[in-house]
């Protein structure tokens, strides 16, 4: 089981910059594909960005590839999302997720969910 906790989100003008952290508790955080996924107002959670458990892979999707960039410490269990150049269309809650090491981009290849932050990016 392992248990997650986002934080970080809140309100940011286009163009600006936020951090998201996601703090996981529980057994062998280490091994795990770490997602994160976002959900605006009346639309699906999609997929944002996802990195392997070694740090060498990382993906992305690409409303977000070269403004936002997934890194994780496993000594701390921590995995982070660091948003640049916000747009509008960024505004969602944020959910970080855990997998397995063949998870990737789909919202059913995560096992485990964190409650969310809500990202607001205003014009």
């Known amino acids: 089981q392992v248990q997650l906790v986002e934080s970080g989100g809140g309100l940011v003008q286009a163009g600006g910059s936020l951090r998201l952290s996601c703090a996981a508790s529980?057994?062998?955080?280490?091994?795990?594909?770490m997602g994160w996924f976002r959900q605006a107002p009346g639309k699906e959670r999609e997929f944002v960005a996802a990195?392997?458990?070694?740090?060498?892979?990382?993906y992305y999707a690409d409303s977000v590839k070269g403004r936002f960039t997934t890194s994780r410490d496993n000594a701390k269990n921590t995995v982070y999302l660091q948003l640049n150049s916000l747009k509008t269309d960024d505004t969602a809650i944020y959910y970080c997720a855990a997998g397995s090491i063949r998870a990737r981009y789909a919202v059913g290849e995560y096992d485990y969910w964190g409650q969310g932050t809500l990202v607001t990016v205003s014009s």
């Open positions: 990195i392997k458990w070694s740090a060498a892979s990382a």
């Open positions: 529980g057994r062998a955080f280490s091994t795990y594909t």
